[in-house]
């Protein structure tokens, strides 16, 4: 639609600015505000937090001497630091499966039961609208000795089985996990559905003439026909549980001892209880790297397999 | 002309309503800001504040409760945000931020007259100034139930091989001996506290001084039995269930139903431990070794401090109220003991703490509590050292290592 | 919902799931059950019974005592100042934005919109310390536009991202023909776009906007007045003082029913829309 071509501009000519460009310019504005905004308010003070980290600055003065990658030695070489390095690992593996799987189970559930599945639609998305202060606070008073989920394995016998599950090394993640799950599973059950209905109603019915089982109904046609979704909620999930702060924080504060610290977690103890603001930037640092690579590492190999199966 | 006089009439009015409302008792409105770090009564202490701003009209009181001293004033001291009237601890964290003018010195205050000199030394900076009123003159004890302990026909142990043989007594009669609380401070108001107490400060009387210069050395034996004696009592099951999610409110609550039999606190929760349902008294907690005197603990309670800024003359106006007249509210309402030198009103002090501390009172060799002379970038490893030690995570010796080693690093 | 042959085998298939289902609402409810049947129940009630509400047991006075402790009518306030703040921001800003990616056919900002989905990606605490400095030297510590402008900055590439992707299914031919019109850009966003974007805003406002309403680190970080306080940021100084301050459960209870109950409200009453939003952003994805 453009009415002009474009004039190549060299040195010292005049550039005729043509409908398209101009058309672009205007677009580029439209664009500006937000553009500005993020800027301003998130990627500058990432660039910050970069820079910082390989200085000795303190968070209050103004001085700021480069010690290059000494930050980062210090807080990778600390002690504590290997479990908390675990910790968040252990957390992702905890997680992310476990909440796609039951997620996907339940959204194919709901599917196959008609109208009703509305009814537990809402029911299960209930806990996402929760503050996760609320839930993290819930969850606590659940698990702690002498608290409901305790009284009622000793209520039924299973004296046994009630034990210090906030805390207990061996306990910890895993039931913040289930919370984490509890709150979080409606989200994503309800992204799942959404594959779901995307897929033509015809495969599903030449399958039932064909006598193809369940299993096989799942495996062969559901998980592929959906594999974008199944991308799309396994990077979701984990990039919400690398940086989860709130949960975690009101729930263990980290403890016991470290067992329950997450790497997000660490930089907030540098960065606002130990006062340690170039450890907690290096942290930061550490922890954007860790995020993006796992996001890259999961997009390839998803990515991949969406391919192979479509 | 009519829409003139209208407007003019409007203006008028707005006016006459934003004067009067500028206006209380001639002054403009000063709200006030406080930040304050009291656990057991926090929304009385508001009342408290609220009693103060009644009599002073033209202050409003803008009233935060803090979980961690610390752990709040840092950042808002790094960011120039400091509230006007805020909590302080007596120890290195106040004594830098008096020394950097962020706090005023109250020495001159009307509080400061008031109040017995034992307490001024934690809250005074290397450069002499004072950075805090405290908030009451603190120590920590075992309660107990006096009734069990008839019952079973043992006496408050005076050391510590007394002690376990009276813990090991409770646990065959199937009961929780005692109330530790590892997960957050609590445990270094009472066990590390003692420990320090009865295990190092008798060769090291000038503790205070050498955690300043950081030539304190924790790297010993001595260091490493206050973790074990901890480990000790959780390994024999004198401990309760559930101990490494226990804090504060948690292990109170438990003491209060009556759960364990004895539990490790602070003076500053007689109000809250000694009216229970079942007889509660005191004693000594006894964390030397048998054959070695005590060496009790005479500490100070969180105190006051006044932050340099606009309203610092209402923030002094407070703190002469709270070391003053308004002192028996807040003494009355915690049962603690007086650090004012005339309490200007009817003391509450439970018949048995005043015993206790009396009887500290006598000892020639005392000691502060933890978060009075350790470096205040260390105060959040002792809970985490112990919760690693009681996982089995790090041996005592390693915590103590781990300490002397952030200790020293801190004053760097 | 799609058409099923009844044959009994799927009559029965249904049932089975149907009993598993309910089995597994009893559970994830059994949690909100516990708050919700404490916040009515005095503090000994609660120690004695934590299970049953007895009718004559209800009470509404620990909901009224946590209500007053919380200072609710300012916290709330306040809460809700921020949220439409930023709502504001994010939806005027990121679908102009949209608008403009999906309009350019300009291969700069498309590499700019890859970028910003990029961005989606990177956690909040690389930016977080630098952030508050920032906010300071601005001076909008403490302020109502500083925390929306840092919830606009962190959320504006999703937000940007969901407007993208629906304003790219709009036929083109829809601003062709409003320029032959002789409309600017600015009037076919105007005009023509923005009534359209109205189910996409919808799935923003959802999306983003119950986060911010219950997010706790960006006010805990940024806000040193109490009176400024959000609600989760309130209740979670009230609990916690040292752990599950279990001394006043009562309050506890109450005071997290009572800042629960606005967003339940909502979502109670608009839950087909919630629901749809959740399932339009993913469709967009």
């Excluded at chain 1, 310019?25 to 910082?52: E, K």
């Amino acid at each position: 639609m453009s009415d002009t071509s474009t004039i190549r501009n060299y040195k010292g000519s005049r550039r005729k600015w043509s409908a398209t460009t101009r058309r672009r310019f205007s677009c580029f504005l439209f664009v500006l505000p937000a553009l500005l905004v993020i800027l301003v308010f998130f990627l500058f003070p990432m660039l910050r937090s970069l820079q910082y980290s390989l200085t000795d600055w303190d968070g209050i003065g103004k001085e700021a001497k480069w010690v290059g990658l000494e930050n980062f030695i210090w807080v990778v070489t600390e002690s504590s630091f290997r479990q908390v390095f675990i910790n968040t690992f252990y957390l992702i593996i905890l997680y992310v499966p476990v909440l796609n799987v039951i997620a996907l189970l339940l959204a194919i559930a709901v599917y196959n039961v008609g109208k009703v599945g509305n009814v537990y639609k809402s029911i299960l998305f209930f806990p996402n609208v929760l503050s996760m202060t609320v839930v993290a606070f819930i969850w606590k008073i659940i698990y702690s000795y002498n608290g409901i989920l305790n009284q009622l394995f000793r209520a039924f016998g299973l004296e046994s089985l009630a034990q210090d599950w906030l805390g207990q090394a061996g306990t910890v993640l895993p039931a913040m996990s289930v919370s984490i799950i509890w709150f979080a599973i409606g989200y994503y059950l309800l992204i799942y559905l959404a594959g779901l209905y995307n897929v033509p109603v015809e495969i599903y019915e030449s399958a039932e003439v064909e006598g193809v089982n369940p299993v096989q109904k799942l495996f062969r046609i559901t998980i592929p026909l959906i594999a974008p979704s199944i991308t799309i909620n396994i990077i979701l999930s984990t990039i919400g549980i690398i940086t989860l702060f709130d949960l975690p924080f009101v729930l263990t504060r980290g403890g016991p001892g470290y067992m329950s610290e997450t790497i997000a977690l660490r930089v907030y103890s540098y960065a606002f209880v130990t006062l340690q603001t170039s450890y907690a930037l290096a942290m930061a640092v550490i922890l954007g790297i860790f995020a993006i690579t796992i996001t890259l590492i999961q997009l390839r190999f998803l990515r991949r397999r969406e391919d192979v199966l479509l | 002309m009519k829409k003139a006089l209208l407007v003019l009439s409007i203006l008028l009015l707005a006016g006459g309503l934003a004067f009067s409302a500028g206006q209380q008792g001639g002054q403009e409105t000063v709200l006030l800001t406080c930040a304050i770090h009291i656990p057991d009564i926090p929304e009385k202490f508001g009342e408290f504040l609220e009693i103060f701003a009644s009599e002073n009209p033209y202050i409003k009181i803008d009233y935060t409760t803090i979980e961690d001293v610390e752990t709040f004033l840092k950042p808002k001291a790094a960011t120039g945000l400091m509230p006007d009237f805020i909590s302080i601890n007596g120890g290195d964290f106040g004594a830098d931020l008096v020394d950097r003018g962020i706090l005023i010195d109250v020495s001159n205050t009307a509080a400061a007259k008031n109040t017995v000199d034992a307490v001024k030394p934690q809250f005074t900076s290397p450069q002499g100034k004072l950075f805090g009123i405290a908030g009451g003159v603190s120590s920590s004890l075992v309660y107990y139930q006096k009734a069990v302990f008839k019952d079973l026909g043992i006496s408050p142990p005076k050391n510590w091989d007394e002690f376990l043989k009276v813990n090991q007594t409770i646990k065959g009669a199937g009961k929780t001996a005692i109330i530790i609380t590892p997960v957050d401070g609590t445990i270094a108001n009472t066990a590390w506290s003692h420990g320090f107490a009865n295990n190092i400060v008798p060769s090291n009387t000038d503790y205070f001084q050498k955690f300043d210069k950081g030539t304190m050395n924790l790297d010993t034996e001595a260091h490493a039995d206050v973790f074990a004696k901890v480990k000790m009592l959780a390994d024999r099951g004198y401990t309760q269930g559930g101990l490494l999610s226990t804090a504060y409110m948690d292990g109170n609550q438990l003491y209060v139903q009556g759960k364990s039999v004895q539990h490790f606190a602070g003076t500053w929760l007689a109000g809250m431990l000694l009216p229970t349902e079942f007889e509660t008294d005191v004693y000594p907690a006894p964390w030397n070794a048998s054959g070695k005197t005590k060496v009790p603990i005479v500490a100070t309670e969180t105190g006051w401090g006044v932050a340099e800024g606009p309203h610092k003359k209402e923030g002094i106006m407070l703190l002469d109220w709270l070391n003053g007249p308004g002192f028996h509210y807040y003494q009355n309402a915690r049962g603690n003991i007086p650090h004012v030198k005339d309490p200007m009103g009817e003391v509450k002090l439970d018949a048995k703490i005043k015993t206790y501390i009396d009887d500290v009172y006598t000892y020639k060799l005392t000691a502060g509590l933890w978060f009075e002379f350790i470096p205040a970038a260390t105060m959040q490893l002792i809970p985490k050292l112990y919760q690693e030690v009681l996982l089995g995570q790090k041996t005592p010796r390693e915590a103590a290592a781990a300490f002397d080693k952030a200790a020293k690093d801190a004053v760097k | 919902m799609r058409k099923k042959k009844m044959l009994g085998y799927h009559r029965r298939r249904k049932l089975l799931i149907n009993l598993v289902m309910l089995l597994i609402m009893l559970a994830l409810l059994m949690p909100l059950w516990y708050v919700l049947n404490n916040a009515f129940k005095a503090e000994q009630e609660i120690v004695r019974r934590p299970l049953v509400l007895r009718p004559q047991d209800f009470t509404m006075d620990s909901v009224i005592r946590a209500f007053r402790a919380l200072k609710y009518p300012a916290r709330f306030l306040n809460s809700s100042i921020i949220l439409v703040v930023s709502c504001f921001f994010l939806v005027t800003l990121g679908s102009a934005a949209g608008f403009g990616i999906a309009l350019s056919n300009s291969r700069f900002l498309n590499r700019i919109y890859t970028i910003l989905v990029a961005i989606i990606t990177l956690p909040f605490q690389l930016a977080m310390v630098p952030l508050i400095f920032m906010l300071k030297a601005m001076g909008l510590i403490n302020s109502y536009l500083g925390i929306a402008l840092v919830y606009t900055g962190w959320f504006l590439p999703f937000v940007i991202f969901l407007y993208t992707g629906f304003i790219r299914t709009i036929p083109k031919e829809l601003e062709e023909s409003g320029r032959v019109d002789g409309c600017s850009l600015l009037q076919s966003y105007w005009h023509i776009y923005l009534p359209l974007l109205k189910s996409i805003t919808g799935t923003v406002l959802i999306l983003r906007g119950v986060p911010i309403w219950n997010d706790l680190l960006v006010p805990m970080i940024t806000l040193t007045r109490s009176t400024l306080a959000t609600l989760p940021l309130k209740l979670f100084s009230f609990i916690g003082q040292y752990g599950a301050s279990m001394t006043r459960w009562n309050l506890v209870f109450g005071g997290t029913f009572v800042v629960s109950l606005p967003i339940l409200i909502v979502f109670l009453a608009l839950q087909r829309l919630f629901i749809r939003g959740v399932v339009s952003g993913a469709v967009k994805g």
